[in-house]
């Protein structure tokens, strides 16, 4: 079975920089679009970033400068870079990856468990 792991997250500070990477493991065939997604306290989750497979990117705009996503299709991981931190970028970062699994009909969207990034002084 397909398993997204993430990692990376934690307390930090007003200004600082956080790395959240995310691991693909399974039976995994090819992995298109990939991405990040969070849910704030009181918030509906939201896409923050995202990746095809060809490294065309998409950020949302409140994110745009800051984050920077990245992929290695070799390694079936994905990365958000995230500089400039404020209290309003603290939520639950989760990983998303749409895969073809090995003997699959079509892709299917698979989700991490999310990792808790908290900026807060």
């Known amino acids: 079975q397909v398993q997204l792991v993430e990692s990376g997250g934690g307390l930090v500070q007003p200004g600082g920089s956080l790395r959240l990477s995310c691991a693909a493991s399974?039976?995994?065939?090819?992995?298109?679009?990939m991405g990040w997604y969070r849910q704030a306290p009181g918030k509906e989750r939201e896409l923050v970033a995202s990746?095809?497979?060809?490294?065309?990117?998409n950020y949302e705009d409140y994110v745009k400068r800051r984050f920077t996503i990245s992929r290695d299709n070799a390694k079936n991981t994905v990365t958000l870079q995230m500089s400039s931190l404020n209290p309003e970028d603290t939520a639950v970062y989760y990983c998303?990856?749409?895969?073809?699994?090995?003997?699959?009909?079509?892709?299917?969207?698979?989700w991490g468990k999310g990792t808790l990034v908290t900026v807060s002084s």
């Open positions: 998303n990856a749409d895969i073809l699994t090995r003997g699959g009909f079509f892709g299917m969207s698979y």
């Open positions: 990746i095809t497979s060809g490294g065309s990117t």
């Open positions: 399974g039976s995994i065939f090819s992995i298109n679009a």
